[in-house]
């Protein structure tokens, strides 16, 4: 697709999985966990089984990892969640290709719940 930069594509989108503590854990466990999944070395296992690691300082050159360079996440934010419960990329996406709104307007409606959403 293209984007807003004259001859470029638009930057992928990069998902993932996030990890937590949930309640009633053991929280130190469960952090050291996290902290040992999620440190260089076991993104350098991963990475070598074809996974995308989590930082970019372990970036390769494959195909997905030269596109991880050039792509774009979900803020950290905890209000992100209820953006995603709220569907406001879905009904962005959605009056778009419905031609219910024009791709500017939907983008700026959306633009504003996600501002007034994280805001919160």
Do not use: C, Y
């Amino acid at each position: 697709m293209p984007s807003h930069t004259k001859g470029q594509p638009i930057p992928g989108f990069l998902g993932g999985s996030d990890l937590a503590v949930p309640i009633g854990a053991n929280r130190a466990a469960a952090a050291a966990w996290i902290s040992a999944f999620t440190d260089n070395a076991s993104m350098s296992v991963l990475r070598a089984k074809g996974n995308i690691p989590n930082t970019t300082s372990l970036l390769g050159n494959s195909v997905n990892e030269r596109a991880a360079r050039k792509s774009w996440f979900v803020p950290t934010s905890k209000n992100w969640i209820n953006v995603e419960n709220g569907n406001v990329l879905r009904t962005m996406l959605s009056r778009i290709l419905t031609g219910k709104s024009s791709i500017k307007d939907a983008a700026s409606v959306a633009s504003d719940n996600i501002t007034f959403t994280l805001n919160q």
